[in-house]
């Protein structure tokens, strides 16, 4: 069963009721049933139940969830302890100490970011084991843009953190008079170079300031699983 959790509901619960979502929820069923598919099945809305829609201040958008055993947990760049983080999740810490002057945790689970406002979304919920992008065009893309063009329905600003071209593509869906968009490169080894010195946590903080929201506290100095 595909729930859409409660905060959302009343915003993006009509997608539901929507044929594609139908066909979506009838792949995945179809998928799981001979397939390993990552994150586990009550982990997929994780972002949405992490960060109710009340509290949404950021959006950091990534691509489709890891596709090895023991990583997806249905939050962006995230991992649960006690797994390693993969390559871009540490060259994101890796910038986090360039930016802020903050060490690395000794885990890679981003709970305690989304927990205050950050919604770590994919664009792609769902991935087969060991093969990376194998859930695109399925269903995923259009249910995630009803999420990000909700979010630019919120009143607030939000900050919206786009990495990479996949990430970038979605600014359309956002309004620019009303909230900020901070693009950069992918955190990704292949695009790591131009990633590292762009300083994205603190522009995130300087907008939210800017728009008299709170900042991120993005220490991540205990295990937030």
Partial sequence: ??????????????????????????????????????????DVFRALELTPRDRVKV??????????????????????????PPPSLKNIFRELKSDLGLDAPDHGDLSAWAR????????VLTVVAHEPASHKNKGWETFTDAVIANVNEIGD???????????????????????????????????????????????????????GRAPVDWSLSRDAS
């Fill in 59 to 84: 959006v950091l958008l990534g691509q489709d969830p890891y596709h090895d055993d023991g990583q997806a947990h249905g939050l962006c760049f995230s991992v649960r302890s006690p797994t390693k």
């Fill in 157 to 211: 600003a939000v900050v919206f953190c786009l990495w990479g071209a996949h990430a970038r593509a979605k600014a359309k869906l956002v309004d620019r008079a009303r909230h900020v968009v901070i693009e950069g490169a992918h955190p990704s080894p292949l695009s790591a170079k131009k990633f590292f010195g762009s300083k994205p946590f603190s522009a995130i903080n300087r907008a939210l300031v800017e728009a």
């Fill in 1 to 42: 069963m595909m729930q859409i959790p409660a905060s959302w509901r009343r915003f993006v619960g009509d997608e539901a009721t929507k044929a594609y979502f139908a066909e979506l929820a009838a792949f995945l069923a179809a998928e799981r049933a001979t397939k390993k598919i990552f994150p586990p099945e009550d």
């Fill in 116 to 123: 205050q406002g950050v919604l770590l979304l994919n664009t």
